[in-house]
């Protein structure tokens, strides 16, 4: 079945310093592929997204690439702050008749230190 | 737009019982997908309504069902309730297949 896997589980890093979150999917559909953001207690929100005809795409501190051939994708912060520690979710969507089904990956969360 | 609401927030219950969830989704969105998160792990996808009917499903047992009504908002109703059941369950609204937005969950213990 349809599978994604998140590496690390953990990261803990110092202020300022750049986070990598690493995925990787089964599913050869998966043509979508968010990334959300949940801090304790909150609903997951979304902070950026690819679509499979992009390899690379950037909004401020975050960006992600896409690897379609190696069905890897990556979360890439820059200039971490504090208020980006929470745990971060990948995920892999397919588009099926009459809908899509989206799998998440295990989450990785971040700690940044001040 | 008030986003997507669920009800209720938290909830108690005990082995065998049965429960209900509701959402009502983001003003507009057409798709509904349930989701249920265990304490520490990802979100696992249950199922998903469109037009009043069960699109997809994940690998949940038949005790676990659902339904949407007209006007979008959907249920979920779990049946025979164990303990692996507790989790937090969240629903998702779409418009673009793909894109969800999340509701702040309703948080299930079942003792």
């Known amino acids: 079945g349809e599978n994604v896997e998140q590496h690390p589980s953990t990261l803990s890093v110092q202020e300022g310093d750049s986070a990598v979150i690493k995925c990787t999917y089964s599913d050869s559909a998966s043509n979508y592929f968010p990334w959300y953001k949940q801090e304790l207690g909150k609903r997951p929100q979304l902070i950026i997204d690819i679509r499979s005809n992009v390899g690379e795409k950037k909004d401020q501190r975050i960006a992600v690439t896409l690897n379609k051939t190696a069905k890897h994708f990556s979360l890439h912060i820059t200039e971490t702050q504090p208020e980006d520690s929470a745990v971060y979710f990948c995920?892999?969507?397919?588009?099926?008749?009459?809908?899509?089904?989206?799998?998440f990956g295990a989450g990785t969360r971040l700690f940044v230190k001040a | 737009d008030a986003g997507v609401t669920q009800s209720p927030t938290h909830l108690i219950k005990t082995r065998g019982q049965q429960v209900t969830l509701r959402c009502s989704p983001k003003?507009?969105?057409?798709?509904v997908s349930w989701y249920q998160q265990a304490l520490g792990q990802g979100p696992q996808f249950i199922f998903q309504?469109?037009?009043?009917?069960?699109?997809q499903r994940g690998n949940f047992p038949d005790r676990f069902s659902g339904h949407q009504f007209p006007n979008y908002s959907s249920e979920l109703n779990v049946n025979a309730l164990l303990l692996g059941d507790s989790a937090l369950y969240l629903c998702a609204s779409s418009l673009v297949p793909g894109e969800l937005f999340f509701g702040e969950g309703s948080r299930l213990t079942v003792l």
């Open positions: 003003s507009g969105h057409d798709t």
């Open positions: 309504y469109y037009e009043e009917e069960e699109r």
């Open positions: 995920a892999a969507s397919s588009l099926y008749t009459g809908g899509f089904k989206t799998i």
